[in-house]
């Protein structure tokens, strides 16, 4: 069974906090990626990943950034929190391009007050 | 980047009814299109999938059509049941990346 796990469920931070949210996957997927999920607006993309190192810019990568030190683990920051960042925040992970299937997190719902 | 459009965003049927959910893409190097379901509260997952080189896919009740020239996709659920409410995402991949549209909320009536 694949497993992509978000380090938190829910989280509460303070606005101008530096945020970290992990995400770690364990089926040995090249590709990371994370999304905000916001009503009406589907999923967005912030980054993605494709190897350790790697990164690329997805739709809204302002006001974030990510870290991908090891395969298996991608980080989204949020550098300096404010009150439009509260949302949801689901991390997936998949095989290269051919085998394409991503498979999501939990979800993160961040609230910044 | 790609942008993918998907409608309606919401749809109503009786059970037993049909529902079809159609997007649209605009970058022609895509060759991967998912359909994922998000029931509530709960994370999305890949209900079907179709790439570009297959024109029609179909598993039991879920199938899903591909017009590469009009780059348009389309979901088709038939003989619906309460139980396929939820929110349906379409999604296109060109390479490294994965795009969604806005979703659809699928509500079906017993």
């Known amino acids: 069974d694949v497993k992509v796990t978000q380090s938190s469920r829910y989280l509460v931070k303070r606005t101008g906090e530096k945020v970290f949210l992990e995400c770690v996957q364990d089926?040995?997927?090249?590709?990371m990626f994370w999304y905000r999920q916001d009503p009406g607006l589907g999923l967005r993309l912030i980054y993605f990943?494709?190897?350790?190192?790697?990164?690329e810019k997805g739709d809204i990568p302002e006001g974030y950034s990510v870290s991908r030190e090891k395969k298996e683990r991608f980080s989204l920051i949020l550098e300096s929190a404010s009150t439009n960042q509260t949302s949801m925040y689901l991390c997936?992970?998949?095989?290269?391009?051919?085998?394409?299937?991503?498979?999501f997190g939990q979800g993160t719902r961040l609230t910044v007050v | 980047g790609e942008n993918v459009e998907q409608h309606p965003s919401t749809l109503s049927v009786q059970e037993g009814d049909s529902a079809v959910i159609k997007c649209t893409y605009s970058?022609?190097?895509?060759?991967?299109f998912p359909w994922y379901k998000q029931e509530l509260g709960k994370r999305p997952q890949l209900i079907i999938d179709?790439?570009?080189?297959?024109g029609e896919k179909k598993d039991q009740r879920i199938a899903v059509t591909l017009n590469k020239t009009a780059k348009h996709f389309s979901l088709h659920i038939t003989e619906t049941q309460p139980e396929d409410s939820a929110v349906y995402f379409c999604?296109?991949?060109?390479?490294?990346?994965?795009?969604f549209g806005a979703g659809t909320r699928l509500t079906v009536k017993p």
């Open positions: 997936a992970s998949s095989f290269g391009q051919l085998r394409g299937e991503a498979f």
């Open positions: 089926m040995d997927h090249e590709n």
């Open positions: 990943s494709y190897d350790v190192k790697m990164k």
């Open positions: 970058d022609s190097a895509s060759n991967y």
């Open positions: 179709i790439r570009s080189n297959v």
């Open positions: 999604a296109a991949s060109g390479g490294n990346d994965m795009r």
